[in-house]
């Protein structure tokens, strides 16, 4: 049964930082995008980052680059997003989520993606 489980969601101020975790299991951790998006009360669900498992490339937003950081631990099936320099603008719902093959031309759209962790909750207080 494939399975996705985030964890490390939390609340903190702005300026802090927060490391997301997301487990992985009943996949083969290969040759598929590992992806995390977000989704604000109220606004559709976003694109954040993602990471192509074989080779480790990886895509991030405009609103993220330089303060997040996407990583995996491909032996732990494991994906990570160390995210630092948080802002309010962060506050979201985040979601692990897994897609087929590469990422590159889908990653930030969340219909492309086919699996789904529940979600870890990040809030950022001014």
């Known amino acids: 049964q494939v399975q996705l489980v985030e964890s490390g969601g939390g609340s903190v101020q702005a300026g802090g930082s927060l490391r997301l975790s997301c487990a992985a299991s009943?996949?083969?951790?290969?040759?598929?995008?590992m992806g995390w998006l977000r989704q604000a009360p109220g606004k559709e669900r976003e694109g954040v980052a993602a990471?192509?498992?074989?080779?480790?490339?990886?895509y991030y937003a405009e609103s993220v680059k330089g303060r997040f950081t996407i990583s995996q631990d491909n032996t732990k099936k494991t994906l990570y997003l160390q995210m630092n320099s948080l802002k309010p603008e962060d506050t979201a719902m985040y979601y692990c989520?897994?897609?087929?093959?590469?990422?590159?031309?889908?990653?930030?759209?969340?219909?492309?993606?086919?699996?789904w962790g529940q979600g870890t909750q990040v809030t950022v207080s001014s």
């Open positions: 989520a897994a897609g087929p093959t590469y990422c590159v031309g889908y990653w930030s759209r969340p219909s492309e993606y086919t699996d």
């Open positions: 009943g996949y083969t951790y290969s040759r598929i995008c």
């Open positions: 990471i192509y498992t074989n080779s480790g490339t990886k």
